[in-house]
């Protein structure tokens, strides 16, 4: 289930303008992990700082291996992430 709510809060975050500046804010400081789930758990989502950083890990390994197959394309989603200043982690 935690899996899945990083996930959610993920996609929530892709979607969200004002939930990506709050992400920006956190993300690079010495404690960003748990203070990333710290903003989940404030809207409404619940996992830890190391499920976190597992899904995020796995994510990075899934991008490294789409690139160097060269397979790598953005969905619509992840160009409008981009556009907006922060990757959906």
Known sequence: MSVEAVNQFLQK???DQSLQTE???VLGTP???DLTTELAKQ???D???EEL???VQKRQAEL?????AGELEMSDEELEAVAGGVSPI
């Open 64 to 68: 490294t291996q789409k690139q160097e």
């Open 47 to 49: 996992f830890t700082s």
């Open 43 to 45: 809207n409404g989502y």
């Open 31 to 33: 404690n960003d992990r």
């Open 13 to 15: 975050v892709a979607e």
């Open 53 to 55: 950083w597992a899904e």
């Open 23 to 25: 992400l920006a804010s």
